[in-house]
Nanobody, 126 residues
């Protein structure tokens, strides 16, 4: 059974940094891609970033380009997102997810992800 567990969320001040982690478990499952998604209060879930599990190519939402960096450690089956210069508008529940079949730019599509974590709250406030 595939499981994803996020960690690293919390309350931080604007302009500071935070790193989220997502641990993947589940036997021999190897995703084609994994991603970070977020759901701000009262809004729909949106894509933040995605990473191809084999070649580490990445995709980012325009709102986080240059501030957030997605990465993965395949040996540890763990994905990360380094969040720098966070802003109040980054406040959201952050979810990690894994896809069994997306490729290329298609991995930006939230609907192509099969497995989801439970989410971790990130609040940016002074």
């Amino acid at each position: 059974q595939v499981q994803l567990v996020e960690s690293g969320g919390g309350l931080v001040q604007p302009g500071t940094s935070l790193r989220l982690s997502c641990a993947l478990s589940g036997g021999t499952f190897s995703p084609t891609a994994m991603g970070w998604f977020r759901q701000p209060p009262g809004k729909e879930r949106e894509t933040v970033a995605a990473i191809n599990w084999s070649d580490e190519s990445t995709l980012y939402a325009d709102s986080v380009k240059g501030r957030f960096t997605i990465s993965r450690d395949s040996a540890k089956n763990t994905m990360y997102m380094q969040m720098n210069n966070v802003k109040p508008e980054d406040t959201a529940v952050y979810y990690c997810a894994a896809s069994n079949y997306c490729s290329g730019y298609g991995c930006y599509e939230l609907a192509l992800y099969d497995f989801w974590g439970q989410g971790t709250q990130v609040t940016v406030s002074s």
